[in-house]
């Protein structure tokens, strides 16, 4: 469900006219709207509401300030990943108490910070990052609380380079070094090693993997309780998956139906950290077609977004609906829409069904709210696109489009040579 829809053949954000921001802003950009993000939310809130759980918005899918102000305003907390996810955190005055970090790689720097602005907890990813926190929590005369993420060998049926609770991928730590570290929590005297984080991978529109990955959460919780270790909290971590062409996931209150049985039993504080299923489906890639090709072989509309700034179909063949802005009953043909970028990888959809377009005409590609301008970046010294985003009725630009000043910032040429 999303606020993108037709009226009277025009592709309306709400209650705005697409074409008439397009005209004003210029193409690309990216194209949120408020009332689908807020929908999202409280999909996921009210299926869980039971549990009374902590929503961490996973950032990495979608870190623009308003975004995340947004979501914050209505009581999220946020996921993040990197020291710069909790700089925008801290710009958006996210309560620091409903911060959780993951990542295989935080730097001491990272952690320092984290430290000092007092988070909910560390996603700990491996007994030297544990190390290290414990060090850092000493030099600073702090304590700080980890969960311990287990990787629960339990592969996701999603694209291999987002299924992460493998035995092969580098997330995580297997159950029984995870079982050691809770037994000789003693040894790590500045840190409540208080919970464990478990996500599977990403775009799973399934619910057994989530639930064989609970099922081996819980057996490991019940296995340490039994040995007097106090768990507090369990995060379940992100990964529902979204509609973008032809998939049937899950809805938010079938996913909650599955598995608030099996938590509630557990009696733990829960923390969920979706960002796709809040911010995919609230927002679109507004493209103008700057040439029509037509070769023997194929048809090609050659449009002014690329590669660079969505990367999902070159990355990993996703697929994103491509919908004309005004709805036309021209020919239809199967079309190639590619971006300038010089490369063949360089698409945003491949052999699709689209009406003739011509030069000027906008297109947008669908859901692409997560993951979207998050991995969009500079390449061929492209400026990334601004973002937009519709709030009752009016629209607000939430992201300028960066100039060529912006391309060339921080730059120097060694005198050497000038
Ligand atoms: N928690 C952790 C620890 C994660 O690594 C991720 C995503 C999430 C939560 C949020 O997952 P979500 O609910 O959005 O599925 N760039 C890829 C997706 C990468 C996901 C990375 N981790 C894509 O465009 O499909």
Redesign the pocket.
């Known amino acids: 469900m999303h606020h993108f829809k037709y009226r009277n053949n025009r592709l309306y954000c709400e209650s705005v006219d697409i074409e008439t921001i397009a005209e004003e802003v210029g193409t690309p950009f990216y194209l949120y709207s408020y009332k689908t993000l807020i929908d999202h939310y409280r999909k996921i809130r009210d299926a869980f509401k039971g549990l009374k759980p902590i929503i961490c918005f ?1 950032m ?2 979608n870190s623009n300030l308003s975004v995340c102000r947004a979501l914050v305003k209505q009581g999220a907390g946020l ?1 993040i ?1 990197s020291g710069g996810e909790l700089f925008k955190a801290q710009k958006i005055k996210a309560d620091p108490r409903k911060i959780v970090y ?1 990542s295989v790689g935080k730097t001491a720097l990272e952690i320092d910070k984290a430290l000092r602005a007092g988070i909910l907890f560390f ?1 700990v990813e491996s007994v030297p990052e544990l190390i290290m926190i414990e060090k850092l929590c000493a030099r600073l005369k702090k304590r700080a609380k980890v969960a311990i993420r287990v990787n629960p060998g339990v592969r996701a049926d999603t ?1 291999k380079y ?1 299924t ?1 609770g493998t035995k092969e991928n580098k997330f995580g730590i297997d159950e029984n070094t995870a079982a050691s570290i809770f037994r000789q929590r003693e040894k790590f005297s500045h840190l409540d090693i208080v919970g464990i984080h478990i ?1 599977i991978g ?2 799973i529109t399934q619910r057994e993997p989530f639930i064989k990955a609970l099922k081996k959460a819980s057996v490991l919780i019940r296995a340490l309780r039994a040995q007097g270790v106090k768990i507090d909290y369990l995060n379940i ?4 998956g979204i509609i973008y062409h032809k998939e049937r996931p899950q809805t938010a209150k079938e996913f909650a139906k599955a598995v608030v049985p099996l938590l509630k039993k557990l009696d733990v504080k829960l923390i969920l ?5 809040i911010s995919g489906n609230s927002g679109i890639l507004v493209t103008r077609v700057l040439y029509v090709k037509r070769s023997p072989s194929k048809n090609f509309m050659i449009v002014d977004a690329g590669m660079n700034d969505l990367m ?1 179909p070159s990355l ?1 063949s ?1 697929y994103h609906d491509i919908l004309p802005i005004r709805r036309s009953r021209a020919t239809r043909r199967k079309f190639d829409v590619v971006g300038p970028i010089c490369e063949s990888g360089d698409f945003l959809a491949k052999e699709r069904i689209l009406s003739q377009s011509d030069e000027g005409d906008y297109l947008a590609a669908m859901g692409a709210g ?2 979207g301008f998050s ?1 969009s970046s500079n390449y061929n010294a492209r400026p990334r696109v601004a973002e937009v985003m519709v709030i009752n009725g009016s629209y607000y630009i939430t992201r300028n489009r960066e100039s060529y000043e912006d391309l060339i910032r921080g730059e120097k040429i060694p005198k050497v040579l000038r």
């Open positions: 996973s990495k899918s996921d990943v993951a996603n694209h987002i992460t996500h990403s775009q971590g992100g990964g529902l950290e979706p960002g796709r299923f999902r990993y996703a997560a993951y991995m």
